[in-house]
């Protein structure tokens, strides 16, 4: 991999560089959400706006209800490249072993993150922790290079921040989040499309995996903290899959005494995916960069290993620690 520059890079000297290039690399982490997704596939609609040649990458396949949306079914889904081009960029990956796509580390790369805890791993770097999502950013660059607001940028940045908001619920959102919002409905995003194509989009087998995860949910002695948990009995049984849990998690923060949730995700024998949502002053990011993991105040996750009524223990009492710091704000 090229030297890192060892100065923070801006908006403006990313744009320079890519100007400078013509093969590209987008890439961005494992088990893709709506901002690795958007802010992906709006990076490189923009990148071939400019006449550049493009490969989006991922390690994992996106969700079924993404694939409706400008070029998601072209991904390419593959563990390794080959050719890193003449630039790999990385979206909202706090190292670049989160791509899970071995070969990256070759080329040129351009880590662009909203995360704390970014290992500040690329050739470039540009992180900006105030931006509601990734997708934010990459509006930004999408200016800088003078690309034209088209309808599919703008719907790819617009699902970036609608997902990674919460859909509008987390504290990082500014007038700057609605002020891009409302220049891709300028550019002709369809809102109410978007949020159908994401939120009603359901199967079956997700519909009554909600409902079992959530009537196992149990809570702390205080009514604050809302826990789940899902399996791969419980997932089969329900015709589902661990995908089919994606925004579940918020589910129980519909509940007004309940501050945070943690869910946990067996992978394998003592090995757990942990989720965990908040809500106002309440840091569970805190609580994830204690076991490597990372994210937002309000949204992080992070892996652990133990039995799981060891690691709810665990996370229970750390959580519960942040909510009493929050003072309930």
């Known amino acids: 991999m090229s030297a890192t520059v060892t100065e923070p890079a801006t908006c403006a000297s990313v744009a320079r560089e890519i100007l400078t290039r013509q093969r590209f690399v987008v890439v961005s982490h494992v088990r893709p959400d709506g901002d690795a997704i958007g802010s992906g596939m709006a990076m490189a609609h923009a990148l071939r ?3 550049k040649d493009v490969r989006v990458v991922s390690r994992d396949a996106p969700p079924d209800p993404f694939m409706e949306f400008p070029g998601v ?19 909202e990956c706090g190292d670049l072993k989160r791509t899970g ?3 990256l580390e070759r080329g040129f790369v351009i880590n662009i993150d909203h995360h704390v805890g970014n290992t500040m791993y ?15 950013m990459v509006f ?21 921040i609608l997902t990674d908001t919460g859909s ?19 550019a002709g995003l369809d809102p109410p499309t978007v949020a159908r194509s994401i939120f009603d989009s359901n199967s079956l087998g997700r519909l009554k995996l909600f409902g079992a995860v959530l009537s196992g949910m149990e809570l702390d002695q205080s009514g604050r903290l809302a826990t789940l948990m899902v399996d791969d009995q419980i ?11 994606e925004g579940l998690i918020n589910q129980p923060l519909t509940v007004k005494a309940i501050q945070a949730v943690v869910f946990f995700k067996e992978h394998g024998p003592f090995d757990w995916r942990v989720s965990m949502r908040s809500k106002g002053d309440v840091d569970i990011n805190a609580v994830a960069r204690e076991y490597g993991g990372g994210g937002h105040k309000n949204a992080s996750g992070c892996s652990a290993r133990g039995t799981l009524e060891q690691l709810k223990a665990e996370f229970r009492a750390k959580i519960t620690v942040q909510m009493d710091r929050s003072g309930g704000r």
Request: charged share 20%.
């Open 122 to 136: 690329g050739s470039m770097n540009w992180l900006d922790t105030s931006a509601a999502a990734c997708g934010e």
């Open 140 to 160: 930004d660059l999408v200016r800088e290079l003078g690309v034209p607001l088209s309808t599919e940028i703008a719907t790819h940045v617009y699902v970036a």
């Open 101 to 103: 796509v071995d070969g």
């Open 235 to 245: 997932a089969y049984s329900c015709g589902g899959t661990y995908e089919d849990t």
């Open 168 to 186: 509008f619920h987390y504290s990082s959102i500014s007038p700057h989040t609605f002020d891009i919002c409302r220049q891709c409905v300028e």
């Open 49 to 51: 706006a400019l006449g």
């Open 73 to 91: 079914p072209e991904i390419d889904i593959r563990p390794s490249v080959d050719d890193p081009g003449d630039a790999v960029i990385v979206m």
